[in-house]
């Protein structure tokens, strides 16, 4: 359902989903019927990663029998309200024309390169077209997921196109609640640790533990550390889980809990009352711009916000990027100037650093003094 204005134009929603880029007034419709009543303050970030996935299905040429923006939406609300059925089920299936196999000759299989009529675009799928093959349905079922969901679910031709992504697989005997559920276990926590502390943020993470935060489309990857590479993947779609909670729907696919949680989360690496983070943020933000929700970096912490027994789905990755960085070490004399999580190894280090410094500026004076008394008193004696 959309919630877009009656005295707003029409959008225009026969555009091809895979070749066209929505103008503002149809990406303000697609985030009112995919997140909430009102239009975000915001959606660059998300829409640049809207275009980037089409391109990329479309360069990967996996074929979908979805073509326009309205067969998208349609397929998400009807994907709504199947999520407890499984992806094989003639229910979830039914949204499209009768499959048939490819090989099968007796029709030509239809394809998005093919082109349509204004007239035919405005039909549904079923009666636009005789049939389509499995492949195609099962594509636009995976293409509808990522745009939607932020899954990197899809044809290995597609996944090929994101290197370093995790690519989580949809069985086929599996719902979309089902699937969703297997991105994101759950874990219990006992009184391991009494809260998150202050020090473990982004501008730590970096500057003293030496990690490399990279931003991610992927939601499932939040919070991943890659110790081999020493990198920690942040989902900054700020606007998309303010949507989709906001949105409360009975239909909705991700829990509620998910969401308020991955809000949290950010709030916990970049704490926008922390000095440091918020400048931290400001210049990574001046770098990537459009590629990076600016919401990221001013989420609002709760007062739970620093309780981990309060994290179902991401404590397990928390206490890992945790553990990383109290066993971090430094390397350089940057790291260790900015190291203060043990202050009595910081100051006895620094100490002996002075000295050390101290100990080489005096034995270069005192040098120099010899060298001076040494060259004085040579021309003294030839003077004599």
Not at 1 to 21: C, T, V
Request: with cysteine; hydrophobic share 40%.
């Amino acid at each position: 359902m959309s919630f877009i204005s009656a005295s707003s134009p029409e959008p225009d929603l026969q555009k091809l989903l895979l070749s066209e880029d929505p103008d503002k007034r149809l990406q303000d419709y697609i985030t009112a019927t995919l997140w909430s009543t009102q239009p975000p303050h915001n959606t660059a970030a998300y829409f640049q990663y809207f275009k980037e996935e089409c391109e990329a299905w479309r360069l990967s040429d996996s074929a979908v029998i979805i073509q326009t923006y309205q067969d998208f939406l349609n397929l998400v609300e009807h994907l709504k309200r199947t999520r407890n059925e499984k992806r094989s089920a003639q229910v979830v299936l039914d949204f499209f024309p009768p499959l048939q196999a490819a090989d099968d000759e007796k029709t030509p299989t239809p394809s998005l390169i093919e082109e349509s009529t204004p007239e035919q675009l405005n039909l549904s799928l079923r009666h636009r077209f005789s049939h389509c093959d499995p492949v195609s349905a099962t594509n636009s079922i995976f293409l509808t997921v990522r745009l939607w969901l932020m899954l990197n679910v899809g044809s290995s031709a597609v996944l090929t196109l994101f290197p370093g992504r995790s690519s989580p697989e949809w069985m086929e005997d599996q719902s979309l609640n089902n699937f969703i559920d297997s991105c994101f276990p759950t874990s219990e926590w006992g009184p391991r640790l009494s809260q998150w502390p202050f020090s473990l943020n982004a501008y730590n993470l970096e500057r003293v533990g030496g990690f490399e935060l990279v931003w991610t489309d992927h939601l499932a990857d939040h919070l991943y550390l890659d110790e081999d590479l020493g990198t920690i993947k942040i989902y900054h779609h700020v606007q998309a889980l303010r949507g989709l909670l906001h949105a409360k729907s009975p239909d909705q696919a991700l829990p509620d809990r998910l969401l308020l949680e991955t809000l949290q989360t950010l709030a916990l690496i970049i704490p926008r009352a922390n000095r440091d983070c918020k400048k931290w943020f400001e210049k990574v933000y001046t770098k990537y711009a459009e590629n990076i929700d600016y919401g990221a970096g001013d989420v609002e912490s709760l007062h739970w916000a620093r309780s981990p027994e309060k994290y179902k789905f991401w404590g397990q990755r928390l206490i890992t990027i945790k553990m990383a960085y109290d066993a971090s070490e430094p390397k350089n004399l940057g790291q260790w100037w900015h190291d203060r999580r043990r202050r009595v190894e910081w100051y006895t280090f620094w100490v002996a650093v002075l000295v050390v410094f101290l100990t080489i500026v005096f034995g270069l004076i005192q040098s120099i003094t010899g060298v001076m008394q040494v060259y004085y008193a040579a021309h003294s004696g030839q003077s004599a």
